[in-house]
């Protein structure tokens, strides 16, 4: 089974600083490749939104909100994804779920398929 594990979040106050990590891992097999990567949230009460994204390549794309402040990067060789948040703001604050493109073999057999983490909180708050 793959796995997605995130970590990092945690209470702020605004101006403050957080890095999120997601580590990828398969528990009955290994993973073969990862493509997109990529952060999202969610605040109470809205819809899902992606924060930051990144390819295998490398090329990056953000949501306008975040733009300057927040910096998506990831460590193929340890098949993890970063979030780095600067200059966080009160309207930050929302559940962070990793997401990611992956193929895996597992029991012998490649799986390819979409998979998020579990979330972790981020509050930003006076």
């Known amino acids: 089974q793959v796995h997605l594990m995130e970590s990092g979040g945690g209470s702020v106050q605004p101006g403050g600083s957080l890095r999120l990590s997601c580590a990828a891992s398969?528990?009955?097999?290994?993973?073969?490749?990862?493509?997109?990567m990529a952060w999202y949230r969610q605040a109470p009460g809205k819809e899902r939104e992606l924060v930051a994204g990144?390819?295998?390549?490398?090329?990056?794309n953000y949501a306008v909100s975040v733009q300057g402040r927040f910096t998506i990067s990831r460590d193929m060789a340890k098949n993890t994804v970063y979030l780095q948040m600067n200059s966080l703001a009160p309207e930050d604050t929302a559940v962070y779920y990793c997401?990611?493109?992956?193929?895996?073999?597992?029991?012998?057999?490649?799986?390819?398929?979409?998979?998020w983490g579990q979330g972790t909180q981020v509050t930003v708050s006076p």
């Open positions: 990144i390819t295998s390549a490398g090329d990056t």
């Open positions: 997401h990611a493109d992956i193929l895996a073999l597992q029991y012998g057999e490649y799986e390819a398929g979409k998979y």
């Open positions: 398969a528990t009955s097999g290994k993973i073969i490749r990862i493509d997109n």
